[in-house]
């Protein structure tokens, strides 16, 4: 995809948002941020040291981000804007768990199979900040990354929530695109038929963050860790 396809697409997608939240949540739209500047978001890449994907960059040149007014625009407090991208992946640089007990393939299967961790998609269930960008939260429980260098059938760029308390980690999308076009879609059930939507909005705080959780992945190894021996780390 070219930047011009990447714009075209981007721009649509927030077209379809904007259009639905009329539609089932007005109040939420004003939340939306205006574009952000070639040079911020440039700033983003130098100070970060990690390229920010096409995609992202086109839909930051629509929307730096949202403000942390309520109800939402989307299914956490704020998406960043570019200077909060910046402080939110240090921050999660900075305090990365990266000892390598907990970021072990056989332990990590092991936590898997004990249930004690759910893991939906291709990702590392890790804290680790190395390679991913923070983009939204939802009160510093939940998390939206971009993840640049996903294990084996992961995308570059792909979207996954952590939710650090209650261990899980969920890929939503496997691009900031298809992201986009996934949350317009669930809009856009929500508004004719809000039975078929997986999103869950009230009005006073707009839609729940646990959209594209997916609960029924637990005790579900993705595919990465299928052949992988588990490791009881408390064995040793």
Known sequence: MTHTDADRTVAEAWARIEAALLR????AVPSLRPPASDEAIDAV?????LPLPPDFRASLRI??????STPSAVPLDSLYS???IVEATRMWRDNSDDDPLWTDPG???YQIDD???RVSGPVRPTLTGEN????????????WLLDLDPPRGGTPGQVFRVDPECTTWDVLAPSWTALLLRYADDLERFATDPATSTLDIKGHTGPACEWGEQPDAVGIRPDWLRDVAPRDPYDD
């Open 24 to 27: 089932v949540l007005p109040e």
């Open 45 to 49: 890449e130098a100070a970060l040291g």
């Open 63 to 68: 929307h730096d981000g949202t403000g942390g």
């Open 82 to 84: 570019t200077e909060e």
């Open 107 to 109: 332990v990590l299967a």
């Open 115 to 117: 249930k004690s961790i």
């Open 132 to 143: 991913r960008i923070a983009v939204g939260t939802m009160n510093g429980d939940v998390w």
